[in-house]
């Protein structure tokens, strides 16, 4: 998931600059996206999901260890591996984005807390794009005991990173 959880940090702390909707408001006089989704957060937070993930491949490739867990492979050949951590990053920040359409068509503002959604938006357009883009390797790798893992530890990742977010200044709130 670490090219999952990091383009969104990322995308905080690289951003600014140009929104991707460009300022627009639907018919229902609200913005598209909102000044928090900028065209430079995307590319970066894109970017260090990929580079996390192209280290990640790395070490897989030659067999790392963490406290005696092997790294997960995320596919037979730097293509298909590529095409997935790709697939986790760029679907983070869309996951991000589409929630962030849908806070704007409810009404709240640019940081307005809509708890768990806020947390597992990312994860869910995460693994949306995985499944379309690599679907056995999704199923094989994304069990039931793992997806569970993932939807409980990630709402507190998630509140940790905020606040320290809010506290380094990159986030205006710590939610």
């Not at 970066?44 to 790294?71: D, P």
Request: with cysteine.
């Amino acid at each position: 998931m670490l090219p999952a959880y990091l383009p969104n940090p990322f995308a905080a702390v690289f951003g600014g600059g140009k929104t991707i909707d460009g300022g627009r408001v639907l018919s229902d006089g609200r913005r598209i996206l909102g000044d928090g989704k900028t065209w430079k957060g995307l590319f970066a937070g894109i970017f260090f999901g990929l580079l996390a993930g192209c280290i990640q491949i790395w070490l897989s490739g030659r067999g790392f260890e963490v406290l005696g867990l092997e790294m997960p492979g995320f596919g037979p050949d730097f293509g298909s591996a590529f095409k997935v951590v790709f697939a986790l990053s760029s679907g983070a920040l869309f996951g991000d984005m589409f929630m962030s359409f849908f806070k704007r068509r409810l009404g709240l503002k640019r940081g307005s807390p809509l708890p768990l959604v806020d947390q597992l938006d990312f994860v869910l357009g995460a693994w949306v794009f995985t499944y379309l883009a690599a679907p056995a390797w999704f199923t094989d790798n994304f069990t039931f005991g793992i997806m569970a893992t993932v939807v409980v530890v990630t709402p507190l990742l998630h509140v940790i990173t905020n606040v320290i977010g809010y506290f380094i200044g990159v986030k205006k709130e710590p939610w």
